[in-house]
């Protein structure tokens, strides 16, 4: 893969650009206005480059968040939600059961890596999207979300 190859976090991201300027441009037209929280950036299943999810697992998936110069998620309180957009966006979604802190992708910066039971996420055997929300408090609004490619795998997958 050459510099200028597009990478999947990079397509994912410039679709998530995309719509907070199409909500922006609703704003300015006095249409209703949606709150889209900024952008984290993750990585899930950070060991894998195809990110295999199982929905039917009864154990957990690992999901990266990568310190940013915007945010630091090893100081800030561990309040995420994982799963599919749907679900996530319905105030749902897998909890953490447990997170550790080590510079995932070797920059100099510790990152967070969080555990999810996967089986809890909402994930359907045709899920190709996960996200991750940071609520700032207990409110759960005005956080902080990002979106990370996934294959389904198992029984019902592909």
Known sequence: MTETDPTRRSVLRSGVSVAAAAAGITAATGGAVAHFPRELDIDVKPDAESNP???????????AVFATDEFDPTSAAVRYRFGAPET??????????????????????EDLV??????????????ET?????????SREHGLSGRDSIRTVGPDGR
Not at 53 to 63: D, K, M, Y
């Open 88 to 109: 996530v966006a319905d105030g749902g979604g897998a909890t953490p059961v447990r997170h550790c802190v080590y510079d995932v992708n070797g920059d100099g910066s």
């Open 53 to 63: 999810v199982n929905p039917r697992s009864n154990g957990t998936t690992s999901v």
């Open 130 to 138: 996960a996200e991750l929300r940071w609520d700032r408090d207990e």
């Open 114 to 127: 969080v555990h999810f039971r996967t089986a809890e996420a909402g994930f359907e055997s045709e899920s």
